[in-house]
């Protein structure tokens, strides 16, 4: 059973829907750690040495947070760009995430039709995740395909129950190693 550590991020939680019933659905699910960055971190003052820490000590990463525009809320980036140091997670000698999984659990504003060529967005949800996907494959991870949810703003109390439960069942995937793949691990 692999352990799944969800790192979670959103930055105005007290307005939050989806992202509030999603990450409540995985703290209930078993074999999955949530780490909270904006709780932890409001600063932005990410202690290093502690998230690799608890990247080394779990097998799949997933990075949960609201699409904000067709990427990650800030703290995201500034939590990759500083925790996957060289010669940790790439370069000589920069092996602590290899073989480990890379995901995503995504919350968009958009339809799915809008995420295609000719849809507003012109662009599916993989092709802007791009940039993520590369990443994992530099550290040597593989990189599962995405958990997304659509529509959020017009989701109803038994639409987002419904996606709570499918959340489950995708991290449930991720840690009994039953996820489709975007990209094998090597
Ligand atoms: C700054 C900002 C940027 C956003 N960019 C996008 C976007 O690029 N694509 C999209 O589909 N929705 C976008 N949205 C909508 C959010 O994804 C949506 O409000 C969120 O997923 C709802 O989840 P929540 O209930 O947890 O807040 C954006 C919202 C904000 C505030």
Same mark, same amino acid.
């Given at each position: 059973?692999?352990?799944? +550590?969800?790192?979670?991020?959103?930055?105005?939680?007290?307005? @939050?829907?989806? *992202?509030?019933?999603?990450?409540?659905?995985?703290?209930?699910?078993?074999?999955?750690?949530?780490?909270?960055?904006?709780?932890?971190?409001?600063?932005?003052?990410?202690?290093?040495?502690?998230?690799?820490?608890?990247?080394? @000590?779990?097998?799949?990463?997933?990075? $949960?947070?609201? #699409?904000?525009?067709?990427? @990650?809320?800030?703290?995201?980036?500034?939590?990759? %760009?500083?925790? +996957?140091?060289?010669?940790?997670?790439?370069?000589?000698?920069?092996?602590?995430?290899?073989?480990?999984?890379?995901?995503?659990?995504? &919350?968009? /504003?958009?339809?799915? +039709?809008?995420?295609?060529?000719?849809?507003? *967005?012109?662009?599916?949800?993989?092709?802007? +995740?791009?940039? #993520?996907? $590369?990443?994992?494959?530099?550290?040597?991870? /593989?990189?599962?395909?995405? #958990?997304?949810?659509?529509?959020?703003?017009?989701? %109803?109390?038994?639409?987002?129950?419904?996606? &709570? $439960?499918?959340? $489950?069942?995708?991290?449930?995937?991720?840690?009994?190693?039953? @996820?489709?793949?975007?990209?094998?691990?090597?």
């Amino acid at each position: 059973m692999a352990r799944v +550590l969800v790192i979670f991020a959103h930055p105005a939680f007290e307005r @939050s829907r989806v *992202n509030r019933a999603l990450v409540a659905a995985a703290r209930a699910t078993e074999g999955v750690t949530v780490h909270d960055l904006y709780e932890a971190y409001p600063d932005y003052l990410i202690e290093v040495r502690d998230e690799q820490r608890l990247l080394e @000590s779990h097998d799949a990463v997933v990075l $949960q947070h609201p #699409f904000f525009w067709y990427s @990650s809320p800030a703290i995201v980036k500034e939590w990759l %760009d500083l925790v +996957l140091t060289y010669r940790w997670a790439y370069g000589e000698d920069g092996t602590a995430l290899r073989g480990k999984v890379l995901a995503q659990a995504i &919350s968009a /504003g958009g339809p799915e +039709l809008a995420y295609k060529r000719g849809g507003l *967005n012109h662009f599916s949800v993989r092709e802007l +995740l791009a940039p #993520f996907e $590369q990443t994992a494959r530099l550290c040597g991870m /593989g990189y599962a395909e995405a #958990f997304t949810v659509h529509g959020a703003h017009h989701l %109803d109390a038994a639409a987002l129950v419904a996606e &709570s $439960q499918r959340y $489950q069942a995708w991290l449930g995937a991720l840690r009994d190693g039953a @996820s489709p793949l975007w990209l094998p691990t090597p």
